[in-house]
C-alpha cells in the first residue's frame, strides 16, 4: 500500500465526482478522470472532499466511487479520502473500509460545533484514538467551510499529540502569515514537520505559498498542469516561471473560485475538455447560465493566448 508520509510534496488533486445527466455515479468518467490527472503530472489525488460534493453521496456510493478510483489508479500515486463525518463511529468506520480497499489516507476536518482551542484540541485527541496508529491522516483546516478558527499553536498542540497526522491541508485565507508560523516551528525543531499543503481555492495564492515553505497543492482546479508546473518551477528554483505560468491561469482560476458556481465552473470546463461526460452537479447544485458559459469561453481563449506567449 502507498501509505501517505509526512515527506509528501507536489500536487494532491482534489478531484469532482462525475455523474450521468440523471445523477448516478459515471463510473467510465471516473477512470477518464484518474488517467487525466496522471497525466498532468499530479504527485497524488484526494477525493470526497468539500468540492466532491461527498455529503450529497450515500454510503454505498461513496464507497463504489472510492473502490473506482483506487482500482484505476492501482498504486501509481497516494489517495486520499475525505473522511469527516459528525460522529466518530461513523468516521471509524469508513476510514477503516477505504483503508482496507488500499487508501493512503484519509482527511478529517472539524465539525461546525467547535468553538473552542481546548475543544478543538480535546476533539482531534478523539480522531486520533478512533484512527489509531496504523492509518494515516491529514488535518483540514478550512474555516471557511467549517467556521473552525484553527491558531498556529492550536494545530502544532495537535501535531504534537496526534503522531498519526502526516499532512496539514493548509486553506486558510489570509493565511500566509499563519503558514510562515507553521513552519517556522517545525524548522525550530518545536515541532516534526509534516507535509503542508495549501488548499486556497485552485492554487490562488500557490506562488507565495511555497516561498512561505509549503510543499505543494491540495486544492482542485480544472487545470491542475498550471498546479504542477508551478511547483515544479519553484522546486527548480525558477521563480519567474513559476509566477509566469500562474499568472496565464489566473483569471479562470479566479473565476472558478466565486461561491455558489465554482463547482458548477470546474465540471464545465472538465466536460469540455472531454474528462467527464457530463457537468451534473447533483442537488443542492448550481446551474450555469448561458452568461456564465460565454464568460468561461473568452477567459479560455484569452488564457491559450497568453500560454502561448510564455511558452
Known sequence: MNRLQATATGVFLITVTPFTDSGALDL??????????????????????????APKLSAAESRQFVRQV?????????????????????????????????????????????RTDDRIIGHFAMVQETLGADVPW????????????MTAPVILRILRDAPGCVMLKHEDCPGLAKLSALRGASERGEVRRVAILTGNGGGLFL?????????????????PEMMVGVCRAHAAGDRG??????????????????????????????????????????RPGPRLSAADIADIDWLTRRQQRRLAEIG
Do not use: N, W
Open 207 to 223: 506562488p507565495e505559498e511555497l516561498a512561505r515553505g509549503a510543499d505543494g497543492a491540495m486544492t482542485g482546479f480544472a487545470y
Open 138 to 149: 491529514v488535518l483540514q483546516d478550512h474555516p471557511v467551510a467549517t467556521g473552525v478558527q
Open 28 to 53: 467510465a468518467s471516473t477512470d477518464r478522470l484518474v488517467d487525466f490527472c496522471l497525466a498532468q503530472g499530479v504527485s497524488g489525488l484526494t477525493v470526497l472532499g468539500i468540492m466532491g460534493e
Open 70 to 114: 483506487l482500482a484505476r489508479v492501482a498504486g501509481r500515486v497516494p489517495v486520499v479520502v475525505g473522511a469527516s463525518a459528525p460522529g466518530f463511529a461513523a468516521m471509524g468506520e469508513f476510514s477503516a473500509d477505504v483503508m482496507a480497499l488500499g487508501a493512503s489516507g484519509v482527511m478529517v476536518a472539524p465539525p461546525p460545533s467547535l
Open 241 to 282: 516561471r513559476a509566477h509566469d505560468l500562474f499568472d496565464a491561469y489566473l483569471p479562470l482560476a479566479r473565476y472558478e473560485q466565486q461561491p455558489g458556481i465554482g463547482l458548477a465552473v470546474r465540471k464545465h470546463i472538465l466536460a469540455e475538455r472531454g474528462v467527464i461526460a457530463s457537468a451534473f452537479v447533483r
